[in-house]
């Protein structure tokens, strides 16, 4: 079944924050004193991390300049199966930006002497040169020198996205004029079929972009079995068949179950989720209670306008209303749990309500009402006066009405 994962992000700092930092060996702002100088540890440790920091710079040339040498070389030989497989992986995703920066300073390895670990913040782009770039943090581990040597870059695992593809697995890639799919290796002759189903999807999906915001690629994965489980965290629930996550800059990446396709469902599936990537905000939308809205729209592009009595869900609707929902579209979300026929029956809830919305107000309000909704987060009634003229609790009832009118 379709779901979307949509997890936030959060880089940076607040404004406030920001306005304030002081660049080391400014002087001091009117009326402060000057800070503290570092006492000997931190010191030197501020120093080891400008030395580790200097390292993955010259790794960063190397790999964006295609020199795998040159981004071996700053690593120990036990660090270098796994950066080959990570520098193949990055390369076959044709990697324009690639940036590391240190996060905070390198802490000693607890019993393990000579050994530091530093939190780095890589960000990347792939295929377009000039894209807003996707931040990962990730723990790496050196050995002390003048110039050190870099012993391992751990899989990223943050609470918010968890581990990327390309940092534990092979990598087989195909690149579109509007779509960049990548498999492993295991599958790579599902390729040509998923880049072609993925370019057709994409133009749909770049109609539901709020503000014609398109994304510069959309970033699809294909997992096999063992990947479903580990990239972004694995932990989906039962009933997903792909999903959509943000990754920051601006960007989401789609993750396709290869298991839990259904013969023929991989369209509507790539239409659905690259919907998502095209109208969701970076930050995640407003919660449970718009799943329906979230989720209506991209079940709408999914369907890509075949008539109603095509939709897959309609006997699933029926047997939601008959019981088991209270009628109300903001109680539809599923549980992690729920049973796959009250999955199916929410999603064909919120299809029929969105298509109701879409043949009462046309595509383009109904689109401007999704961006108040879930981009402004502006409450759904508020929304529902201001962009399409009428107060929401009316609507609401007419959408429930035609859902009820549509499966008899």
Known sequence: MLAVVVLVLACGLPAALVAGLV???DPPAPGTSAAPADDPATAAARRLGERMTAELARQSAALLGGDRAGFLAVAEPVAHPDLRRRYAALRALRVTAWQADANGLPTPVEGRPGEWRLLVEFRYCFVTPDCRTSPVLTGTRWREGERPRLLAVEPSRSAE?????????ELAVAVG?????????????????LLAQAEAAARVADTYAVDGRTPDRYRIF???RGEWQRWYGGGRPKWTGGYAVTVGGGHHEVVLNADGLVAGGVDDLLRHELTHAASLPERGYPGKGTWWLVEGL????????????????LDEVRRLLGGGWDGRLDSLSPADDAPADRVSGSYGVSYLAVRHLVDRFGPERLLAFFAAVVHERTPVDKAAERVL?????ALHDECVGYVRAVVG
């Open 23 to 25: 660049r080391a060996g």
């Open 389 to 393: 003229g009428e107060p929401w609790s």
């Open 222 to 224: 294909y997992a096999g």
């Open 161 to 169: 996205t968890g581990t990327r593809p390309w940092e534990v697995s």
């Open 298 to 313: 991209a079940e709408y592009a999914g369907a890509d306008g075949e008539p109603i009595d095509r939709y897959a869900g």
């Open 177 to 193: 004029r509007r779509t960049l799919v990548a498999t492993t290796a295991a599958l790579r002759k599902e390729l040509p079929g």
